[in-house]
């Protein structure tokens, strides 16, 4: 037998070796999923935290009590009065922080100190 014989009936029997990326692939796998599905969990526990799970309390709309009186759940005077008072809390909140964004530096409180009612350091 030759070398050439020898060395092509070597590579017959053994094995072909394996890739190092099919080694490593379930491996990666496995490590992007439980990467996703610790994202997946902090997220839920931020929202549950927060509260923020479910359905937001939002009260109702205008289009909300318009629809309500669509429906001939709401008179005219139930839909007139809910209207104003929803309208008058918006402009409260309007107004106060107007109020409170616009109010220049000279207005602002501050404390002031007398010099004359400091007393001296002791030594």
Do not use: C, Y
Not at 5 to 22: G, M, W
Not at 61 to 71: F, I, K, P
């Amino acid at each position: 037998m030759t070398w050439l014989s020898t060395s092509l009936a070597a590579t017959d029997v053994l094995p072909a070796p394996k890739s190092t990326f099919a080694e490593i692939l379930p491996v990666l796998l496995v490590l992007v999923g439980v990467v996703f599905a610790g994202f997946i969990v902090i997220s839920v526990v931020r929202k549950w935290m927060r509260g923020d799970v479910g359905q937001p309390d939002q009260g109702f709309t205008l289009s909300d009590l318009r629809r309500l009186h669509r429906e001939g759940k709401l008179s005219d005077e139930e839909l007139e009065r809910a209207e104003s008072q929803m309208i008058r809390k918006v402009r409260a909140i309007a107004d106060n922080s107007e109020a409170i964004r616009i109010r220049p530096k000279s207005d602002l409180p501050r404390d002031r100190i007398d010099p004359e009612s400091v007393p001296e350091p002791e030594e």
